[in-house]
């Protein structure tokens, strides 16, 4: 059997040390690291709660159940259930304890808790602020012209913000369903990442921020994607670098291809990196866009995080740097759909670069149409 199960026996309820397993497969034996098929039950188990639930099948005779959680490097989540199987030959009362591990399915609950929580939240604000400007512009400011064109002008903002919050939403959402299923398109990125900078030179010079686009050649790089996804990666990425750049800094962008590593074209500075998406290990050739922002930074420990949804680093949650929150969180779900990867290389006061590995396509006429 896959789930760990033990057989219980046991004489008297008030005999703790009496209590033995009288049986242990193999999966029981592993996840409780014991050796032997028999032995006593508080050397392999001293958890109350599963100690419990196994003495209400024993002396009670009824089913019944608890939680066992594990502690580690990697903890885990475990359902027991025990049962009354009745009195052996020996005397000694008899009960079977099966764990079901329920690590994942509790993970995706608490991650559906936090995500309608923090959406609540990050809705419920500008929908707050948009109420009181509300009441106010029908009370003391109905007829003062200069404040009202002040608090149409804040509840416009917040107005664009929950827009923005709900398309961002949509799109995780719609990128999530489709993950499963690999793009079959052929994306030239070089024009692509070119058209994204284009686009997003007007913010970069409200803050003064100088875009460097260098692109590895004039020639086409093919990578295989979905176009929009993939621009909503660059305009993501490139937006957070401008946001997060003090004024009269630059922003570089960088592409480079034909790379069969990811550490091909990491940061060459001796800062912190991490992988926050892993592309599949197939002998892939990879096209890869580098962002690096003369911003604040990243300190280590924040970096595991980045890529959660509504996540924001302490200190960077509101005014002019103010975001959904759920920006990186798209371009890692994209990332993953286009079997790619995703490194981030920051660290407090050095600035950050992300780096977005594509795989590579053969020219649109080099693919060879069935007959």
Not at 87 to 111: I, N
Not at 149 to 161: P, S, T, V
Not at 186 to 214: F, K, S
Not at 325 to 339: D, T, W
Request: net charge negative; proline share 6%; with cysteine.
């Amino acid at each position: 059997m896959p789930d760990p199960i033990l057989v219980v026996a046991g004489f008297q309820r008030e005999d703790l040390t009496g209590r033995r397993y009288v049986l242990a497969n193999a999966a029981a034996r592993e996840l409780l690291r014991i050796a032997a098929d028999e032995g006593m039950l508080l050397s392999a188990v001293r958890d109350p709660e599963v100690l419990a639930t196994v003495d209400k099948a024993l002396f009670d005779e009824a089913d019944a159940e608890g939680v066992y959680e594990t502690t580690g490097a990697q903890s885990r989540s475990l359902r027991v259930r025990a049962r009354w199987l009745g009195v052996g030959p020996d005397g000694a009362r008899l009960a079977v304890v099966t764990f079901h591990d329920e690590t994942e399915v509790r993970r995706v609950e608490r991650t559906r808790v936090d995500f309608l929580a923090n959406a609540s939240h990050e809705l419920r604000t500008p929908l707050a602020s948009l109420s009181g400007f509300i009441e106010t512009l029908r009370g003391h400011a109905r007829d003062d012209p200069q404040a009202r064109e002040k608090f149409l002008g804040i509840m416009q903002a917040q107005a664009h913000r929950m827009a923005r919050l709900i398309a961002d939403l949509t799109s995780l959402s719609r990128i999530e369903l489709d993950e499963h299923v690999p793009p079959k398109g052929v994306v030239d990125l070089v024009l692509l990442v070119g058209e994204v900078v284009e686009a997003a030179a007007p913010l970069g010079a409200e803050r003064a921020v100088d875009l460097e686009w260098r692109p590895c050649a004039t020639r086409p790089v093919w990578v295989r994607g979905e176009r929009d996804q993939i621009v909503q990666v660059v305009q993501n990425l490139l937006d957070n670098a401008i946001k997060y750049s003090p004024d009269d800094a630059s922003v570089r962008i960088e592409l480079a291809s034909g790379l069969t590593e990811l550490a091909a074209a990491a940061s060459p500075e001796a800062i912190p990196r991490l992988s926050l998406v892993a592309p599949d290990s197939s002998g892939e050739t990879y096209a890869a866009l580098r962002i690096t922002d003369l911003g604040p930074g990243i300190a280590r420990q924040n970096l595991p995080r980045l890529s959660e949804r509504f996540y924001r680093v302490d200190g960077q949650k509101s005014g002019a740097r103010a975001g959904t929150g759920l920006g990186l969180a798209i371009v890692k779900h994209i990332m993953n759909r286009h079997r790619g990867g995703l490194v981030v290389a920051s660290a407090e006061g050095e600035g950050s670069t992300f780096t977005a590995y594509f795989p590579m396509a053969p020219a649109p006429d080099a693919v060879v149409k069935p007959s």
